[in-house]
Structures are given as structure tokens and as C-alpha cells.
């Protein structure tokens, strides 16, 4: 079955450091994949996406890479701050039988913690 | 972009009994989505929402459970019955922007079953 693993452990991040998160998955080959931050009491807000064919995306501080070999994407946050502590989760196209993607597969997301 | 609102944000219901929650989205789409989170779990779609067709639901998840209305192409309501404590859960509306492959979340009801 489809399958994406994020780090479950909470990620302590000294604040100015970069925070790089890992997303792998297993049994996908996914179209694109997609980066949401989620903070407490709320919905998954979008943050990022990358295509198959590309192997680095970039916004502002964010950075993400996908790797198809590894099934694999990592996320980094440059110049962390305190106000990017939340849960961030990896996301791929729900893949079905007989083509189409609709919704999304969501990873169950690592806690970044960015301490001043 | 699309705003989602949803309602209620949080309600606590005793088991047996049924809740509805509303979603509402400043735009017209074709497909809402309905998700849960349970806690410290990932989001999983319960089920796709068409309008004018019955909803598809996902593996482990059936209409009688969770029947869905979409009576409009802004509109969705999705019914969380006979509820049991095992229910308790965030419950997520969204749409898919198939054009920027972006989906947009509403904030999400906070289920308590007591």
C-alpha cells in the first residue's frame, strides 16, 4: 500500500540554524509533492510544490528538494525563527486506479520546534 | 485562492447522537473534500464530494457512517452519525485547485465524543 513517513519525533531547531525535514515514501509515483505548515487549532495552510521534473524549488526561506530515485523530498527553513515552530506535512497526489489524482495523501508531519 | 469556513469550530456530543458540519466556500468548485485528523495521526480522506453525484468514500469509510449533501457547488455538509468516543477527531473540509495542484483547507471542527 501507498505509504509516507515523516519524522514523528519533534524537531528542536536553535533559532538563525537551518531546520531540514525529510519526507519518504514508498509505493508512489507521485506527479508532485507537496509542503503544508499546520499550526494548532487550524487547517493545513500550502506552502510548497514541486514536480516530478524538478529537482529544487525555492520561496523566500523555504527550500525544497525531491529526490523520484530516493523517493524522498526534504524541506529546509533557512534562518529559522521562533515563528516557524508549527507542524509541517508532506503531501502527494492520491493516486487511484485507472489514472486521475484526486485529494491528496498527507504524511503525518514532524513538530518543529525553533527555540530563541 | 479559495476561503473555506466551516462550522461548528468545536463541539462536544455525547455518543448515539449525530453532527453535522457545515463548509462554505467563497468561490464555486467541482470537488470538496472531506478529511479527518485524528490526533497525532495524518489527515485521511474520508470521502470526495461532487456536486450533483453521490459522493466517493475511501477504504473504511461508508455513507451511513458519513453521509455527505452537496447541494451546490459552494456548499457541503458532511454527517459524523452515531457517534462512539472513537469518533473524536478534527474534521477538515478542502477544495483542489486542479490548476495550481494547491488545496485549500477550512479550519477544521474540533469533534469531542463524551
Known amino acids: 500500500s501507498q505509504k509516507i513517513e515523516q519524522n514523528s519525533e519533534a524537531l528542536n531547531i536553535q533559532e538563525g540554524k537551518t531546520a531540514t525535514l525529510t519526507c519518504n515514501y514508498t509505493?508512489?509515483?507521485?506527479?508532485?509533492l507537496q509542503w503544508y505548515r499546520q499550526d494548532p487549532g487550524r487547517g493545513p495552510v500550502f506552502l510548497l510544490l514541486?514536480?516530478?521534473?524538478?529537482k529544487e524549488k525555492r520561496k523566500e526561506r523555504l527550500k525544497v528538494t525531491f529526490d523520484t530515485t530516493l523517493k524522498q523530498s526534504l524541506f529546509h527553513i533557512t534562518a529559522s525563527q521562533p515563528a516557524d515552530s508549527a507542524t509541517y506535512l508532506c503531501?502527494?497526489?492520491?493516486?487511484?486506479?485507472?489514472?486521475?489524482?484526486?485529494?491528496?495523501?498527507f504524511g503525518k508531519g514532524t513538530h518543529l520546534i525553533i527555540q530563541p | 485562492s479559495a476561503v473555506i469556513s466551516q462550522k461548528p469550530s468545536r463541539d462536544i456530543c455525547q455518543r448515539g447522537t449525530s453532527l453535522t458540519i457545515q463548509c462554505q466556500v467563497d468561490?464555486?468548485?467541482?470537488?470538496m473534500f472531506w478529511y479527518r485528523q485524528q490526533p497525532g495521526q495524518s489527515l485521511t480522506l474520508i470521502a470526495t464530494?461532487?456536486?450533483?453525484?453521490?459522493?466517493?468514500?475511501e477504504s473504511g469509510f461508508v455513507i451511513d457512517k458519513f453521509p455527505i449533501s452537496r447541494p451546490n457547488l459552494t456548499f457541503s455538509t458532511l454527517t459524523v452519525s452515531n457517534m462512539s468516543p472513537e469518533d473524536s477527531s478534527i474534521y477538515l473540509c478542502?477544495?483542489?485547485?486542479?490548476?495550481?495542484?494547491?488545496?485549500?483547507f477550512g479550519q477544521g471542527t474540533r469533534l469531542t465524543v463524551v
Open positions: 514541486i514536480r516530478e521534473n524538478e
Open positions: 509505493n508512489y509515483s507521485p506527479a508532485y
Open positions: 478542502s477544495v483542489f485547485n486542479r490548476g495550481t495542484t494547491e488545496a485549500f
Open positions: 468561490s464555486q468548485v467541482t470537488m
Open positions: 464530494a461532487n456536486q450533483g453525484s453521490e459522493a466517493t468514500y
Open positions: 503531501a502527494l497526489d492520491l493516486v487511484r486506479a485507472g489514472g486521475g489524482a484526486d485529494g491528496l495523501t
